[in-house]
Each structure stands twice: as structure tokens, then as C-alpha cells.
């Protein structure tokens, strides 16, 4: 079920220290790796002072795109939770008075989505 999660586009959770020992370079002084999740080939993971979003381009994969998103920015964010027939969950962000959301990313079941929602919300609210 993993290749297939990873397929799918479904994302699972990597350790803070794999992502500190990869994506260490881009924290500043006092930041730290808190949560983090890998896609196919993207990474995104949470911060204690932002989201950061990994977008390997191409078919090399050497183009890489780091998007920074602060917690202040974010305006507010929607919860999809997997069904019966739909496998997945999906958390989507929303950026200051956008109408559709900047981020968009989805969860296998073995994620605790909740949790995930959870921990975006104490950062924002």
C-alpha cells in the first residue's frame, strides 16, 4: 500500500531528524524541525516559526523550490477526512483573503490527520 499511497500523492511522515539532517541549512538561529511529511518527491514540514514547502521540479529532480509560508500568514485552513472509498484525507491552507487555498496536501490513513489539523491550528490561532 505504500507505493501506492505515494502514487496517489498521499503523503507520510518522515522523522525530524532525517528532515533536520537533509533541510537543515534552510532553518534560521532558535527554528526546529517539529513535523514533517514526504510526498513522491516533495517534503513539506512544520517548523516552530513556519511551514515550509519542498517542490522538487523535473525530470532530474535537480530544480528544487523552497517556499516559505510564516504562521502569521495563514488566514485559515479546511479539513477533508478520508471516507469509505476515498482512501485519503486532505489539509488545505489558505493564504491572508485568498479564495482557494494556497496548499493543498493529502494523507494516507496511517497519518493522524486530527492531529496534524491540531498542531496547524495551535501555530495560527
Do not use: W
Not at 507505493?3 to 532553518?27: D, H, I, T, W
Not at 484525507?89 to 496511517?110: C, H, R, W
Amino acid at each position: 500500500m505504500g507505493l501506492f499511497n505515494k502514487l496517489m500523492g498521499n503523503a507520510s511522515e518522515v522523522s525530524s531528524e532525517k528532515l533536520n539532517e537533509k533541510y537543515g541549512r534552510l532553518l534560521i538561529e532558535g527554528e526546529t524541525i517539529e513535523l514533517g511529511f514526504k510526498l513522491l518527491r516533495d517534503t513539506f514540514m512544520f517548523t516552530n516559526k513556519r511551514l515550509i514547502l519542498i517542490d522538487v521540479q523535473g525530470l532530474t529532480g535537480s530544480k528544487v523550490e523552497y517556499k516559505s509560508l510564516p504562521y502569521k500568514s495563514i488566514s485559515r485552513l479546511s479539513l477533508e477526512t478520508a471516507g469509505t472509498f476515498d482512501l485519503d484525507a486532505e489539509l488545505k491552507i489558505y493564504i491572508s483573503s485568498e479564495n482557494i487555498p494556497s496548499v493543498s496536501k493529502k494523507f494516507n490513513k496511517s497519518i493522524d490527520v486530527y492531529e496534524v489539523q491540531k498542531y496547524l491550528a495551535s501555530k495560527i490561532m
